[in-house]
């Protein structure tokens, strides 16, 4: 079984940058597989924020972070990667991975506070 261990929140200003990683142990995660990076806000559904096939050939990215987040993964240090730039008050959230469409156990997540 995979486990997911999310890093990298923390708190920063607003136009502040933070990179998350997303570390895959336990039972080898699939090369080929999409991740996503999802995030949840307080009172909100967990939402898609960004994914990446298997050979990043593809990204996805949701209309709010375009231009400001970029995703990238190293399949062989089975790490998952989210650069975040110009962040924003409203970028503030619980942010985890997970295949796309999810299909792991969720890991606990690392908490992304943007002040104003």
């Known amino acids: 079984q995979v486990q997911l261990v999310e890093s990298g929140g923390g708190l920063v200003q607003a136009g502040g940058s933070l990179r998350l990683s997303c570390a895959a142990s336990g039972r080898t995660l699939s090369s080929y597989a999409t991740m996503g990076w999802f995030r949840q806000a307080p009172g909100k559904e967990r939402e898609l924020v960004a994914s990446i096939s298997w050979n990043a050939g593809t990204t996805y990215y949701t209309d709010s972070v375009k231009g400001r987040f970029t995703i990238s993964r190293d399949n062989a240090k089975k790490t998952l990667y989210l650069q975040m730039n110009s962040l924003k008050p409203e970028d503030t959230a619980v942010y985890y991975c997970?295949?796309?469409?999810?299909?792991?156990?969720w890991g606990q997540g690392t908490q992304v506070t943007v002040s104003s």
């Open positions: 997970n295949t796309r469409p999810s299909s792991l156990a």
